[in-house]
């Protein structure tokens, strides 16, 4: 009997056992030009209610086309073949798409992986959230503010009261992502799919919307499709796990089974691609290529009609740090603490209010845009969302080429394809790679192009702002040892911004935790992660999800 065969007879065994949510029954989904490649193949798996069931695998591997069939939300380009969903006692594969328009948030929910793309730049993150309580509740007035107010503290987004009257760029990944889970469960579906919820959040919110999740699993006897890659959460979170790769179920069980006795060698080697947190890299004695001192970066609070200044929000508040030739210092704290701002004003993207920035003995603080060109080959940047970061008109070559290009290099056409297929390559994608577009890839995927974007002019510095957060964990271990490569043939640094602090061992020489505006405690890994100093550093330590 074939792996998938077997899985379907499990699934209805467990299905006439137990009373459950939703039933996917050999589920087949192919490309429409296409037919012969298959994306998704015979997947079956059920979701209990009361119950977490974590779907695990690499980028690519159809976790994400899982959910977007339940939810009938599958690209143009690909097409449904076989197989039957049930939710309860419905086929949804029966319904027309207004009967599939009441489903959608009402029965089954969705928080999809990237915040920024999936909200309304142009309205307020209340009036998104209103829309769906106007929609699938009776709530009308002050009552559909007041429980989008109740359902933001939930998720522990700050100053709720406030922030309701924001809009999406106006907030940190991490925030955009609390605004996507409140959305989510503000109509307290039977069902939620929750495709990597956590991904752009720190640890200690992670911890806390992740306790939210299990909390209302049994107070509302919800069924979750937790998608993740994180192996930490899965063993704390779920209670089945079913492990994706290429388009198939290939194990499930429970989740103790799973991490004690895993069947299938690709399962055993996602597990084994945790980092390790005991080994620690030595220490440097290279001089500073970077040093901040005192750093602010302030942003006017506007008021009134005239929109006068009526205060300031202090994201960076004097922090002062440097960096080595060929060191890694990673810099840590909760959303919004000030991290990215940091980031964005060494590359002068903002303008530092006070302090000074000085790189390889030049103050670069006070640079205009002109003088700050001839520097951009020098100092490079991967940014946290791959989606937004990439221009989804350009081809993959292109993306990675226009640095070389625009920097002037002085690299031929035939040496920039030749660069381009070699990094590539590097960043675990094939060169033909070159010729797709953005949209064509998974988040993972696409976080391995902007690796190889800033890695294509050579910088001396490279400011990673969470380049590893939307890879999965055996992607992940590659990616952080091709950093490690890199650094010791280049002597590249890093300024490794993060809220995952288990790969911090494995990567950074010195760390330094941010909190409010305000570097709180800063050294040597080892010291840091075992002997903090800080009461704000040992909360960060005790919300860290352990997969062991």
Same mark, same amino acid.
């Given at each position: 009997m074939? $792996?998938?065969?077997?899985?379907?007879?499990?699934?209805?065994?467990?299905?006439?056992?137990?009373?459950?949510?939703?039933?996917?029954?050999?589920?087949?989904?192919? +490309?429409?030009?296409?037919p012969?490649?298959?994306?998704? %193949?015979?997947?079956?798996?059920?979701?209990?209610?009361?119950?977490v069931?974590?779907?695990?695998?690499?980028?690519?591997s159809?976790?994400?086309?899982?959910?977007?069939?339940?939810?009938?939300?599958?690209?143009?380009?690909?097409?449904?073949?076989?197989?039957?969903?049930?939710?309860?006692d419905?086929?949804?594969?029966?319904?027309?798409e207004?009967?599939?328009? *009441?489903?959608?948030?009402? %029965?089954?929910?969705?928080?999809?992986?990237?915040?920024?793309?999936?909200?309304?730049?142009?309205?307020?993150?209340?009036?998104?959230?209103?829309e769906?309580?106007?929609t699938?509740?009776?709530?009308?007035?002050?009552?559909?503010?007041?429980?989008?107010?109740?359902?933001f503290? &939930?998720?522990?987004?700050?100053?709720?009261?406030?922030r309701?009257?924001?809009?999406?760029h106006q907030?940190?990944?991490?925030?955009?992502?609390?605004?996507?889970?409140?959305?989510? +469960?503000?109509?307290?579906?039977?069902?939620?799919?929750?495709?990597?919820p956590?991904?752009?959040?720190?640890?200690?919110?992670?911890?806390?919307? +992740?306790e939210?999740?299990?909390?209302?699993?049994?107070?509302?006897d919800?069924?979750?499709?937790?998608?993740?890659?994180?192996?930490?959460?899965?063993?704390?979170?779920?209670?089945?796990?079913?492990?994706m790769?290429q388009?198939?179920?290939?194990?499930?069980?429970?989740?103790?089974?799973?991490?004690?006795?895993p069947?299938?060698?690709y399962? #055993?080697?996602?597990i084994?691609?945790?980092?390790?947190?005991?080994?620690?890299?030595?220490?440097?004695?290279?001089?500073?290529?970077?040093?901040?001192d005192?750093?602010?970066?302030?942003?006017?609070i506007r008021?009134?009609?005239?929109?006068?200044?009526?205060?300031?929000?202090?994201?960076?508040?004097?922090?002062?740090?440097?960096?080595?030739?060929?060191?890694?210092?990673?810099?840590?704290?909760?959303?919004?603490?000030?991290?990215?701002?940091?980031?964005?004003?060494?590359l002068?993207?903002?303008?530092a209010?006070?302090?000074?920035?000085? *790189?390889?003995?030049?103050? $670069?603080?006070?640079?205009s845009?002109?003088?700050?060109l001839?520097?951009?080959?020098k100092?490079?940047?991967?940014f946290?969302?791959p989606?937004s970061?990439?221009?989804?008109?350009?081809?993959?070559?292109?993306?990675?080429?226009e640095?070389?290009?625009?920097?002037?290099?002085g690299?031929?056409?035939?040496?920039?394809?030749? #660069?381009?297929?070699?990094?590539?390559?590097?960043?675990?994608?094939?060169?033909?790679?070159? *010729?797709?577009?953005?949209?064509?890839?998974?988040?993972?995927?696409r976080?391995?192009?902007?690796?190889?974007?800033?890695?294509?002019?050579?910088?001396d510095?490279?400011?990673?702002?969470?380049?590893?957060?939307?890879?999965?964990?055996?992607i #992940?271990?590659?990616?952080?040892?091709?950093?490690?490569?890199l650094?010791? &043939?280049?002597?590249?640094?890093? +300024?490794?911004?993060?809220?995952?602090?288990?790969?911090?061992?494995?990567l950074?020489?010195r760390?330094?935790?941010?909190?409010?505006?305000?570097?709180?405690?800063?050294?040597?890994?080892?010291?840091?992660?075992?002997?903090?100093?800080?009461d704000?550093?040992?909360?960060?330590?005790?919300?860290v999800?352990?997969?062991?």
């Open positions: 074939s $792996i998938a065969k077997s899985l379907s007879a499990t699934v209805s065994k467990a299905a006439e056992s137990k009373e459950w949510a939703l039933q996917v029954t050999n589920l087949n989904v192919v +490309l429409r030009h296409e012969g490649t298959r994306i998704l %193949k015979n997947v079956s798996f059920h979701l209990n209610k009361g119950e069931y974590a779907l695990v695998g690499e980028s690519g159809g976790k994400s086309m899982t959910s977007l069939s339940i939810m009938r939300l599958l690209p143009d380009a690909m097409k449904i073949t076989q197989g039957n969903i049930w939710q309860s419905t086929n949804l594969f029966a319904l027309t207004q009967e599939m328009g *009441y489903v959608r948030g009402k %029965k089954i929910a969705m928080i999809f992986q990237d915040a920024l793309t999936s909200l309304n730049p142009v309205q307020k993150v209340g009036d998104q959230i209103a769906a309580l106007k699938h509740t009776h709530l009308t007035g002050d009552n559909i503010r007041k429980r989008a107010i109740q359902l503290e &939930e998720v522990g987004l700050p100053d709720p009261d406030s309701i009257d924001w809009y999406p907030m940190s990944g991490g925030q955009q992502q609390r605004v996507m889970i409140a959305m989510a +469960l503000a109509c307290e579906p039977d069902i939620l799919l929750a495709d990597e956590t991904t752009a959040l720190d640890v200690t919110i992670q911890k806390q919307i +992740l939210l999740l299990k909390t209302l699993t049994i107070s509302r919800l069924a979750v499709l937790l998608i993740t890659h994180d192996m930490g959460v899965v063993r704390e979170t779920a209670d089945r796990v079913g492990v790769y388009g198939e179920i290939v194990e499930e069980g429970t989740c103790d089974n799973f991490f004690e006795n069947r299938e060698e399962s #055993r080697r996602l084994n691609s945790l980092p390790d947190t005991d080994a620690y890299r030595s220490q440097t004695d290279s001089p500073p290529l970077l040093q901040v005192n750093l602010g970066v302030h942003f006017p008021k009134g009609i005239l929109q006068r200044v009526h205060d300031y929000t202090k994201a960076v508040n004097g922090i002062s740090f440097s960096i080595a030739k060929g060191e890694t210092l990673a810099l840590v704290g909760e959303s919004g603490c000030g991290k990215s701002t940091t980031g964005r004003a060494i002068n993207l903002e303008k209010t006070s302090g000074e920035i000085w *790189y390889n003995h030049q103050k $670069i603080s006070a640079f845009r002109k003088e700050m001839p520097l951009r080959k100092i490079q940047v991967i946290q969302s989606y970061s990439l221009n989804p008109r350009m081809t993959v070559g292109d993306i990675i080429e640095g070389m290009v625009s920097l002037q290099m690299l031929s056409k035939s040496e920039r394809e030749q #660069r381009v297929k070699s990094l590539l390559n590097r960043v675990q994608l094939e060169p033909e790679h070159r *010729y797709r577009y953005p949209h064509e890839f998974s988040g993972g995927q976080q391995r192009i902007a690796i190889a974007r800033a890695l294509a002019v050579k910088p510095l490279i400011i990673c702002d969470e380049p590893t957060s939307a890879l999965d964990v055996s #992940r271990s590659e990616v952080m040892n091709l950093l490690l490569e650094q010791r &043939e280049l002597q590249v640094s890093y +300024l490794f911004i993060t809220h995952d602090l288990s790969i911090i061992p494995h950074a020489h760390v330094a935790v941010m909190q409010g505006g305000k570097i709180v405690e800063q050294g040597y890994t080892e010291d840091i992660l075992t002997r903090p100093q800080h704000y550093t040992r909360k960060l330590l005790s919300a999800p352990n997969a062991s």
